[in-house]
């Protein structure tokens, strides 16, 4: 079956640190990764993909993630956490033989002044 | 930038009445989805629609949800008979040419069934 999990419910990080927001997916063939960010009462914005290619892909707002294929994993990082990067953030998987995208279950990020 | 636009925003509906949210999905897309997410927690697939008809539906999407597409511009979401337990946050979402596309979330409308 596929899946994608998203270990921590939240991270905690303070304003000018790095940050990572952890995703493992499961998937049958190539995955198509994705990353959204939600703010409050607001839709899913996209921020990056990786479809194929270099396995550092880089996105909105100075986010980044790395596709790791043995780790099956997509994290996603950027250098120097914002006070507005906080918000909800979601990974997805979907593939070249699926209709739909599978999401993990989010992650709150806080970044304290 | 093109975006997708739903309406309304906000449906406040008695238990029992059927409800239809509206999407307009950006111009030159193909693919269509609905997801839904309850108090802001986890995005839970509803159905997908291509080419006209549905392409997937999860086992949510029971006899009680209809999708319909009835011209070049608008994808509708029926519910009928509506439950307390449909109160939620529905998203439509339309992507690209093919499948390796991201997919443009709408802002939502939060449905409130009382």
């Known amino acids: 079956a596929q899946s994608v999990a998203q270990p921590e419910d939240q991270v905690n990080v303070a304003e000018g640190n790095p940050l990572t927001v952890k995703c493992t997916y499961s998937v049958s063939g190539n995955p198509y990764l994705f990353w959204y960010v939600q703010y409050p009462n607001r839709g899913l914005q996209f921020l990056l993909k990786?479809?194929?290619?270099?396995?550092l892909v880089k996105g909105s707002y100075g986010f980044e993630a790395e596709f790791n294929k043995s780790q099956t994993s997509f994290h996603l990082k950027k250098p120097s956490a914002l006070v507005s990067d906080s918000a909800l953030y979601f990974c997805a998987v979907t593939g070249a033989i699926f209709n739909k995208f599978y999401f993990g279950s989010g992650t709150k990020l806080n970044v304290k002044p | 930038e093109p975006e997708v636009t739903q309406t309304p925003s906000h449906q406040v509906t008695q238990m029992g009445q059927e409800v239809i949210l509206r999407c307009v999905p950006i111009?030159?897309?193909?693919?269509f989805y609905w997801y839904r997410q309850i108090l802001g927690q986890k995005v839970e697939f509803l159905v997908s629609?291509?080419?006209?008809?549905?392409?997937?539906k999860s086992e949510i999407f029971d006899d009680q949800f209809s999708v319909e597409r009835p011209d070049g511009s608008n994808f509708t979401l029926k519910i009928r008979s509506t439950k307390l337990e449909d109160s939620a946050m529905y998203f439509c979402?339309?992507?690209?040419?093919?499948?390796?596309?991201?997919?443009?979330f709408g802002q939502g409308t939060r449905l409130t069934v009382v």
């Open positions: 629609f291509y080419n006209n008809e549905i392409s997937e």
């Open positions: 979402a339309s992507s690209g040419q093919t499948l390796n596309t991201e997919a443009f």
């Open positions: 111009s030159n897309h193909l693919y």
């Open positions: 990786y479809i194929t290619g270099d396995n």
